[in-house]
C-alpha cells in the first residue's frame, strides 16, 4: 500500500502497491503491520456499504462524537465520486479546513479518515457504490453532522448538488458545531 498524507493532518489517502502479471493484479486493502507503522488505527469493528444512483448527490457530511467517534477507511468500488473531509478537532491548526480526494473504480483509491473529521462525498456519477471500514459502531446518540453548503467552508463540489436527503440538509453550520476533543 502506498500511503499519502493529506494536508489535514492524521489523514490519509491510500492507493494501492499492485502486483500485476498476464492475468491482472493483487494487492493488499489492510494490513495491520503497514497501518501500524504508519500509526494508524489497525482494528476495524464495523463494515458498511452504500449505494447511490444519480450522480451530483450528496451525502454528509456526518461523524461521531467521543466516546463514540471513528476512523473510517473509505473505498469507491462502483463509479466515481469525491471524497470530502472536514477537520473539527479542537486546537487542529486546521479546525474548518476541508479537503477532497476522488475515489473511484478504477482508480482503486482510498481515504483514511481519522477521528475527529467529518466525512462526506459528492456522486460524480451514477451508481456509485461504496465500501466504509469502521474503527467503532455505530451510535445513533453520538452521531453528528454539518452542512455540505456552509459558506465558512465553501466546499467545491463539481456538481450541482441533487438527491439530498432532508437529515443531511438540517444539519447544522460549523458556527453551531462544537469542537471534537481528541
Not at 105 to 117: D, L, Q, S
Not at 119 to 139: M, N, R, V, W
Request: net charge negative; aromatic share 8%.
Amino acid at each position: 500500500m502506498i500511503f499519502t498524507p493529506l494536508p489535514l493532518v492524521g489523514a490519509f489517502r491510500i492507493d494501492l502497491d499492485r502486483r500485476e502479471d498476464s492475468r491482472g493484479f493483487f494487492a493488499r486493502m489492510v494490513c495491520e503491520t503497514e497501518f501500524a507503522a504508519h500509526g494508524l488505527n489497525t482494528r476495524w469493528v464495523q463494515m458498511n456499504t452504500s449505494l447511490t444512483g444519480e450522480a451530483g448527490s450528496v451525502r454528509g457530511l456526518h461523524f461521531q462524537r467521543p466516546p463514540m467517534a471513528e476512523v473510517k477507511l473509505v473505498k469507491c468500488v462502483a463509479g466515481a465520486i469525491l471524497d470530502v473531509i472536514v477537520d473539527l478537532r479542537a486546537g487542529s491548526g486546521t479546525f474548518g479546513h476541508w479537503h477532497g480526494v476522488e475515489l473511484s473504480a478504477e482508480n482503486r483509491t482510498m481515504i483514511y479518515v481519522p477521528e475527529g473529521f467529518a466525512h462526506g462525498f459528492q456522486t460524480l456519477t451514477s451508481d456509485c457504490e461504496l465500501i466504509y471500514l469502521h474503527s467503532c459502531a455505530y451510535s445513533a446518540s453520538h452521531e453528528g453532522g454539518l452542512r455540505h453548503d456552509d459558506p465558512a467552508l465553501a466546499i467545491g463540489w463539481p456538481l450541482p448538488v441533487s438527491g439530498l436527503s432532508p437529515r443531511d440538509a438540517a444539519h447544522p453550520l460549523l458556527t453551531g458545531i462544537e469542537a471534537i476533543q481528541p
